[in-house]
């Protein structure tokens, strides 16, 4: 991928997830992975309250395989098409990445939604069928979440339904305090809702027991670095917090002279695994 298309799209998509808090689903794709030319697998998957996702699974670099598959819990706008970038640059670091479109996002089944909500608890059971149909898809491999902002949510919120099932979690932007968020935005003059009482997303999230790395931006208001280290101190497991400098969402333009589109990230999970 040429640098100035990598430009454009960190663009476009800064853009997208850095307005406010909003869900706002694309149903058309924007590429697909056979686009970039990459060896992928299309899959419907069913949830237990009968919704189809649509699912695609990236093959890993066969020489750098990884043993290892990424699900990808995506944030509050656009739909899986948006990553296949990000997709492909961890596919090619070795990498088996999972990206499905939440229900109401993509091709996957229609489903009413209300932009001004923080999350949907469906999304979570999204999440859960797709972790529950890999795992048996793609058995002897390590499954892991990597989730970004909304996506955390998710990840927290199905964390007790799928922890026998995932390895460890990696969050971008992560979400610890949706009262804080609700009332942050309260203050820009933004309303955002919550789907159900706080204390059940509490609970989920402080349930948290499996390795977990936090990259937090430090011009993040919302999801901030303050946040992520109360959330490490609650947690009896290993937590990670790693500071870079940017915006929310902008880790995979981290040093991106340097090291391209993705690189400094991948290196950080790289990293991350290989201590677990």
Known sequence: MKKSTEAILFFLLLFSFNSVYSINPDREYIRTPDSVKW???????????????????????????????????????????????HATILANAGYTVVTFDYRGFGKSQDFEIQKEYLYYEEFAWDLQAVVETISKEIPNKKLGIWAMSMGTTIASR????????????????????????????????????????????????????????????????????????????????????????????????????????????VGQIDRFLSEE
């Open 158 to 265: 199905a964390y007790p339904q799928i922890k026998g099932q995932i390895d460890f979690i990696i969050g971008e932007g992560f979400v610890t305090d949706p009262d804080g968020i609700v009332g942050y935005y309260k203050e820009q003059g933004k309303e955002i809702l919550l789907p159900e009482n706080s204390s059940e997303f509490k609970k989920s999230l402080e349930s948290i027991d499996c390795p977990i790395l936090i990259l937090t931006a430090s011009n993040d208001k919302v999801t901030t670095y303050a946040s992520a280290m109360k959330l490490q101190q609650k947690l009896e497991t290993h937590c990670a917090i790693i500071q870079y400098e940017g915006d929310h969402l902008t880790g995979f333009q981290v040093d991106y002279d340097n090291l391209g589109f993705g690189g400094w990230f």
């Open 39 to 85: 060896n992928y697998l299309q899959l419907d998957i069913h949830t237990q309250d009968g919704f189809r996702l649509n699912t695609w699974i990236y093959e890993a670099k066969p020489e750098n395989d990884k043993d290892t598959v990424l699900i990808l819990a995506y944030p509050d706008a656009g739909n899986m098409s948006y990553f296949v970038y």
